[in-house]
């Protein structure tokens, strides 16, 4: 038997791991539903938006998708892998990480996505994927993953 597999999470940790992944599967099914129901003109016009958002929405560039895709999918997988106390945790968050950097510097920086669309929960979703890579660093540290 490891270390790892001798030190016990604490309860908390459970706690908190599963309010990360439901946060990350939230943000999942938000850049799925951008990428099907919103690829569309006419669905976001039926969904309210106006049409400088439809337009701005529409000529956002390729890497920025790729980046949130990137962001999800290993925001997810990393937070599984702090479930399954896999020391995979925290290069899969900092690749996520990476991603939410690399689409909010094209939101902030390269275009106008904050002046049309809003700040929105943008400043919360690169706190928390800021933060998980040092929580997961420490959940290593702590011996807890494996």
Request: one cysteine or more; a positive charge; charged letters at 10%.
């Given at each position: 038997m ?13 706690i908190?791991n ?5 946060w ?35 000529s ?10 990137v ?12 479930i ?8 899969l968050?900092a ?7 690399a689409q909010?510097?094209y939101?902030?920086?390269?275009s ?10 943008s ?24």
């Amino acid at each position: 038997m490891t270390e790892a597999e001798k030190v016990a999470m604490p309860a908390w940790t459970k706690i908190v791991n599963g309010l990360l992944l439901v946060w990350n599967l939230f943000g999942l099914a938000v850049f799925v539903m951008a990428m099907t129901v919103f690829s569309s003109r006419e669905a976001m016009s039926e969904a309210g938006l106006n049409e400088e958002q439809i337009n701005l929405t529409l000529s956002t560039p390729g890497w920025v998708n790729i980046a949130f895709g990137v962001a999800v999918v290993f925001g997810v997988l990393g937070c599984l892998a702090l479930i399954w106390k896999s020391r995979l945790a925290p290069p899969l968050l900092a690749v996520s990480m990476l991603g939410v950097i690399a689409q909010n510097v094209y939101m902030y920086l390269l275009s106008d996505t904050i002046r049309i669309m809003g700040v929105g929960v943008s400043p919360v979703v690169i706190a928390v994927a800021v933060a998980l890579v040092p929580y997961a660093v420490f959940c290593k540290s702590r011996g807890w993953l494996k």
